[in-house]
Nanobody, 123 residues
Framework: QVQLVESGGGLVQAGGSLRLSCAASGRTFRRYAMGWFRQAPGKERGFVAA????????YYADSGKGRFTISRDNAKNTVYLQMNSLKPEDTAVYYC????????????????WGQGTQVTVSS
């Protein structure tokens, strides 16, 4: 098990940027693939991005390709989501997730979830 705490959410105007962070507890962070999901009001939680445990491979939902970048710093037990050119439709609660299998994350079935951080993009 790993505990995850997100930060960095907030209110931003359309076209702006935000960087989300997710700090993980424990000494086994480097064994976990990591990911980001989001849930907008009235919608199901959906996949945003994932990164392999080495950081060498990344995956993105079509909605974020070219605008979002996922990265990790294994020395700091932290994964990031840099979001640029934000749109009002990016408004959602963003969740960090961890699993030993990146495919479990991509399938929407990670073992570990954070509590979420709110991102609001105004038009």
């Amino acid at each position: 098990q790993v505990q995850l705490v997100e930060s960095g959410g907030g209110l931003v105007q359309a076209g702006g940027s935000l960087r989300l962070s997710c700090a993980a507890s424990g000494r086994t962070f480097r064994r976990y693939a990591m990911g980001w999901f989001r849930q907008a009001p009235g919608k199901e939680r959906g996949f945003v991005a994932a990164i392999s445990y080495t950081g060498g491979t990344t995956y993105y939902a079509d909605s974020g390709k070219g605008r979002f970048t996922i990265s990790r710093d294994n020395a700091k037990n932290t994964v990031y989501l840099q979001m640029n050119s934000l749109k009002p439709e990016d408004t959602a609660v963003y969740y960090c997730a961890a699993d030993t299998s990146v495919n479990s994350i991509r399938s929407g079935l990670p073992t570990n979830w954070g509590q979420g951080t709110q991102v609001t993009v105004s038009s």
